[in-house]
C-alpha cells in the first residue's frame, strides 16, 4: 500500500499490529476516527495508555483489578479453600457468568506453548504452587481450554503438586447443552459418556 | 459483561467504538496490548493523535497529505485537465495501483446519504464545482461505487455542472476480468453488454 501521508501510513502501521487486524482493516478504522470528533481519538488514545500504564494485577490471583487485592479474592464470602486456574480474565468473567462458582481462580496469564517460546517461568505458576504449600487449598479445578497447550500446562502443573495434599480436578467436557448428539465430535462424545454423571446430578445443576 | 477493573472496562469501550469492533474483540486486541510491551501501547495511541491533530488535506483535491499540495497534484508529469472524482483516500491508492491513471483525484470525503444525514454540503462538491468553472478541466471521471448514495451523488454533482464545459464519464462497469458470465448478476452483464468496448481497445488495455 502506498500512502499519501506518512502520519496515515504510521497510524495505520501501528493499528494493524494488532492481533487479527490487516492493513486494510487498520486503514478503515482510522479513517472512521478522521471522521470522528478529534474527542474520540483522545478518549480511545487515553484509556489505551492509561490502562497500560497504570494496570494492576491482584495479588493474589493475578487476574486485573484496580485494587491490590481483586473483588473475588477480598469476597469473605468466596470459598478459599477451592481455586479455579484459569488462562486469563476471560476466562474469569466466562464463569463468574454462569453464577455457578463461589471458589477463588488463579490466573496464569496464559499456556505453556513452545511454539509461541512461551515456557512454565513466564506464566504465574510458581505462586501458585506456593499457595498450595501453603495448605489452605484443598481443591483445584483445572480449567484451562482442552488444546496441546492446555493439556500440557495441566500436566507440567500437575507435576509440581506431587506430593503435597491437594485434590485437582478438571472442568467436565462433554456435549453442550441443546446440542444433538449427532453433530457431536467422537472425542467429545466419547468423553461425555466415559465421564458420565448420577442423574440427580444433572436435575441438580438446573 | 461485569469488568474487575474500571481501567480495563474503560479501554474495552474505547476500542469497542470502532466499526466491526464487538465487545469480545476490543478485550481481545486490549488484552494483547497489555502482554505487549509498554511502548507499542504508547506508538499505537501516539500515531493515532498525532494522525488526528496534525492530519492535513491537500488544498486542490482534498486528499490526506502531509504537504499543503499533494504529491499527485503537485506532479508536473499529471494530466491536469483530466480530474477522477471519488469518495476517500482508499479509491485513489485503489486506482493509483492500477498504474492506468495519469490525472488528477477530486476527493469528496463521502457520498450523499439522507439516511445517514449527509447531504451535499457536507461533501468537498462546491470546491470542485469552483474548479470546473475555471475552465481548466476538460474532463470529470466519475469514480464513486454503484450505489444509490454514489448514484446520487453523481447526479447532483451533474446538475451542478449543467451549462459548463466540461465532459462526464463515468468508470466502465461490467464483468471482472478473469470472472465467468454464468456467475456475473444481470444488471452486471447488461451493462457489460450496452457498453461494449472495441476489440482493439480490449487488447491495448493489457
Known amino acids: 500500500m502506498e500512502f499519501s501521508s506518512k502520519l496515515l501510513e504510521n497510524a495505520v502501521y501501528e493499528m494493524s499490529q494488532l492481533p487479527g487486524i490487516g492493513k486494510r482493516t487498520a486503514l478503515r478504522l482510522v479513517l472512521h476516527l478522521l471522521k ?3 474527542a474520540q481519538t483522545r478518549l480511545l488514545s487515553e484509556a ?4 497500560r500504564d497504570e494496570v494492576n494485577f491482584c495479588k493474589s490471583c ?3 483489578s484496580d485494587t491490590e487485592l481483586c473483588e473475588i479474592c477480598a469476597n469473605p464470602k468466596r470459598d478459599k479453600t477451592l481455586v479455579c486456574v484459569v488462562e ?4 474469569v468473567m466466562a464463569i463468574e ?4 462458582y463461589h ?4 490466573v496464569l496469564g496464559g499456556k505453556i506453548s513452545p511454539m509461541e517460546g512461551i515456557g512454565p517461568h513466564d506464566l504465574n505458576i510458581v505462586p501458585l504452587v506456593n499457595k498450595v504449600k501453603e495448605g489452605s487449598i484443598k481443591e483445584l479445578i483445572f480449567a484451562l481450554s482442552s488444546t496441546m497447550e492446555g493439556d500440557t500446562t495441566n500436566f507440567y502443573i500437575f507435576k509440581q503438586l506431587e506430593g503435597l495434599d491437594v485434590v485437582t480436578s478438571t472442568i467436565a467436557r462433554g456435549i453442550s447443552v441443546g446440542d444433538e448428539l449427532e453433530y457431536a465430535d467422537e472425542v467429545t ?10 442423574f ?3 436435575i441438580k445443576a438446573d
Open 36 to 38: 470522528q470528533p478529534e
Open 48 to 51: 489505551l495508555t492509561n490502562l
Open 62 to 64: 493475578n487476574n486485573i
Open 88 to 91: 486469563d480474565i476471560r476466562d
Open 97 to 100: 457468568n454462569t453464577s455457578q
Open 103 to 106: 471458589g477463588l481462580y488463579h
Open 189 to 198: 462424545l466419547g468423553r461425555s459418556i466415559l465421564n458420565r454423571v448420577p
Open 200 to 202: 440427580e446430578n444433572s
